[in-house]
């Protein structure tokens, strides 16, 4: 049995990770820190049964000693203290933010617009995508969890990237529940303004998460150069993100190709489901569960040349896209079975 501490765990992928690490086998809660609820318990600030104390981040540092693994929801800027401070004690620490996800500074700089406060820490940290990089992740003491959409785009494309049966165009259409843009007071996330409605945002070549989806697919491939159109909508459900991806594979390589190649690619993954011919992955597919569910669709069904594919693949953007995600790390990472808490 380990201890694990959670900071930041009043937004809605800081209480999905406690409710997790709440019911997983091998695992007690050591703490829990809020910025904003400090001296109040859990089941005040949120209508959970648990009567956690929540404490101050400094009062966490002090307390480190208390605990083998943090996890680190805060938001995006705010990682990089806590990381540096938890990680000079020795502990294996968990960052849901995208403060580590990108491993040159470069990057970083072009995507979030100024410089990594703690360039020397990125290559230390191991990108938290299980199924392509369980082998790094295993014995990892510094992970950096993958955004909610890069998770599956990269599940969905990473096979024919892999293979280098992917060209170089890719447009992906998006869409993610509303609990996908946190848990502040914006007038765009308003029930009145969400409810019955739909909106893109970030679309085009804007949004940060393609720096992600850039990083993994273009090192998976033998190929690379790959462009993306990526256009994410926020859907009027509370969670869930449903993906859809246009691309365009090789002359001669058929779907039946395509499917043995994910059907080998992926077989054994617990956590991923991959749809039978004629069957569309929806969101019911996978909210309130760690999977993410993948089908492919010839654009022409009758033509069998046709090269373009219509890859859908969703997930619960709360676990395998955030919380459920840190937990399989946090299993391959200290030696616990991948499915711990999960299934």
Not at 30 to 59: F, M, Q
Not at 118 to 147: D, S
Not at 174 to 201: H, Q
Request: aromatic share 8%; proline share 7%; with cysteine.
């Amino acid at each position: 049995m380990i201890k694990a501490g959670v900071a930041g765990a009043t937004g809605y992928t800081g209480i999905e990770l406690v409710q997790l690490l709440h019911r997983h086998p091998h695992v007690e809660i050591g703490w829990i820190t809020s910025a904003s609820s400090a001296g109040k318990r859990l089941c005040d600030v949120h209508a959970v049964p648990w009567e956690y104390p929540l404490i101050a981040l400094e009062e966490a540092y002090a307390r480190a000693a208390e605990v083998d693994v943090v996890f680190l929801c805060l938001p995006h800027g705010q990682s990089i203290e806590p990381a540096r401070r938890f990680a000079e004690r020795g502990l294996c620490v968990i960052d849901l933010s995208a403060d580590f996800r990108l491993g040159h500074p470069e990057a970083y700089r072009r995507w979030y617009g100024m410089e990594h406060p703690a360039p020397e820490l990125l290559p230390q940290f191991v990108y938290g995508l299980c199924e392509v990089n369980r082998a790094q992740l295993r014995n990892a003491r510094l992970i950096a969890v993958p955004g909610c959409y890069p998770t599956t785009v990269n599940l969905g494309l990473y096979p024919l990237a892999k293979a280098g049966w992917l060209e170089e165009r890719i447009i992906i259409d998006s869409k993610s529940g509303v609990s996908g843009a946190g848990r502040t007071l914006k007038m765009p996330y308003l029930f009145v303004e969400a409810n019955e409605n739909m909106t893109p945002y970030n679309i085009g070549y804007r949004h940060r998460h393609i720096a992600e989806m850039e990083m993994v697919l273009n090192a998976a491939s033998p190929n690379g150069g790959y462009r993306f159109t990526f256009s994410p909508h926020l859907l009027p459900v509370n969670r869930g993100i449903l993906s859809t991806m246009y691309v365009r594979v090789p002359a001669g390589v058929t779907e039946a190709q395509v499917r043995d190649l994910y059907e080998e690619t992926y077989a054994g993954e617990p956590f991923i489901h991959l749809l039978p011919a004629g069957q569309q992955a929806s969101l019911r597919h996978t909210v309130h569960t760690n999977r993410c569910a993948i089908s492919i669709t010839p654009e022409l069904p009758d033509d069998p040349a046709c090269r373009d594919l219509i890859i859908v693949a969703t997930e619960d953007n709360l676990i395998k896209g955030a919380s459920g995600q840190a937990v399989q790390c946090m299993n391959l990472a200290l030696g616990f079975p991948e499915t711990a808490g999960l299934l």
